[in-house]
């Protein structure tokens, strides 16, 4: 099987909607053991973890938040305990990102986008490491955004810490890289998904006539993305940035 990720064991933060739920069903699919998490209600984490379970997967689902280092070490300990070590961790939770002029932010929502973008990967990574250097193999895969090389505007909050994740996975490839673990970034397009719901059809039309490919993503296709970085095959892929965006951002 080509990208085959049996025996490893993947924790996906955020992983009960939209891509993070995508990237845990394609990483199950490929053979590993995955750690679905969630933070909040309860009821649709259990449907989507019953939809993974459905799909042949295997799996645990953990509850607990991303940016408290507490409950990170908890839950490490918890797929420690019952999947095994993790080897492959993707830190993709994030809140609302509501477009702003930047006089309309205060510091207190530019902190939140740093705490979900750069201090949930540290601490999650910090509790991965012990294992992956022990074992000398191991997968981060930060999931950042097309906002940061577009650089698009009333959106300063969000696309100031996507460029601090993305400069904090260069960092972390040289660094961890005689370890054998490789760090890289996915950095989807706009692909719609239940956060989109209520987007204004406009804004959806316009953005879509701007993708060169001409139609929209699916979340499958940042699952794909994760599947080869994952893999056996992506073990000399460090330090990157892939775009899953049709061509968004080729020019």
């Known amino acids: ?30 053979g590993a053991k995955v750690a679905i998490n969630y933070n909040n209600n309860q009821a649709r984490a259990e449907a989507s973890f ?32 019952e999947l095994g070590p993790v080897d492959i961790l993707i830190p993709n ?49 930060n999931i950042g955004s097309e ?8 959106f300063s909050a969000y696309v100031a810490a996507k460029g601090a ?24 397009g706009w692909i719609p998904v239940e956060r989109h719901e209520n987007d204004p059809q406009e804004q959806k039309d316009a953005y879509l006539k701007l993708i060169p490919v001409g139609h929209w993503g699916k979340p499958a296709d940042v699952g794909a993305a994760a599947v080869y970085l994952a893999s056996e095959e992506a073990g000399f892929v460090t330090g990157q940035s892939l775009a899953v965006n049709g061509g968004m951002t080729v020019s």
């Open 1 to 30: 099987m080509a990208f085959s990720l049996k025996g490893r064991v993947a924790w996906v933060t955020g992983s009960t909607t939209g891509l993070g739920k995508a990237m845990a069903l394609e990483l199950g699919k490929a």
């Open 50 to 81: 019953a939809e993974f379970k459905r799909a042949g997967c295997s799996g645990i689902l953990v509850r607990g938040n991303a940016i408290d280092v507490e409950q990170v070490n908890a839950m490490y300990a918890q797929i420690s305990r």
């Open 93 to 141: 939770a994030t809140p609302e990102q509501p477009q702003k002029p930047i006089e309309e932010y205060d510091w207190a929502f530019y902190q939140s986008m740093l705490d979900f973008f750069v201090k949930s990967p540290y601490l999650l990574t910090r509790a991965c490491l012990p294992h992956m250097k022990k074992q000398k193999w191991g997968r981060i895969i």
């Open 147 to 154: 906002v940061f090389i577009r650089g698009v505007g009333n």
């Open 165 to 188: 994740q993305a400069g904090w996975t260069r960092s972390m490839a040289n660094e961890l890289a005689p370890f054998g673990i490789t760090v890289n970034l996915i950095a989807p």
